[in-house]
């Protein structure tokens, strides 16, 4: 079993910046598909970045049209952290966000299907 904590979550004013964070509990794999998912007050979870790791080293990277050049997903393997900086916020970003993981795979999308594992979230609020 694999549990995800998030964190970092806030209220900015539009353009600043937020980093959020993902404890994971533990690797069962040398290789996962971790995902970052948002999801609006009366709008369905949508996916907004994804890492592949294989072995500590970064594979490839996902990105959602809405958030390229602005959010960077990453990881740091010896902190068993996964983190996701956002910056230029705008009021579109307020969202509850999740991070997602699935051991063994690379990652083919952002797609909620491909995730076993969910945190609880961390509310971030981007005010105008």
């Known amino acids: 079993q694999v549990q995800l904590m998030e964190s970092g979550g806030g209220s900015v004013h539009a353009g600043g910046s937020l980093r959020l964070s993902c404890a994971v509990s533990r690797y069962t794999s040398s290789r996962y598909c971790m995902g970052w998912f948002r999801q609006a007050p009366g709008k369905e979870r949508e996916g907004v970045a994804a890492i592949t790791i294989d072995d500590t080293s970064t594979i490839n990277t996902r990105y959602a049209d809405s958030v390229k050049g602005r959010f960077t997903i990453s990881q740091d393997n010896a902190k068993n952290t996964l983190y996701l900086q956002m910056n230029s916020l705008k009021p579109e970003d307020t969202a509850m966000y999740y991070c997602?993981?699935?051991?063994?795979?690379?990652?083919?999308?952002?797609?909620?299907?491909?995730?076993?594992?969910w945190g609880q979230g961390t509310q971030v609020t981007v005010s105008s």
């Open positions: 997602a993981a699935r051991p063994g795979v690379y990652c083919s999308g952002i797609v909620q299907g491909l995730f076993t594992y």
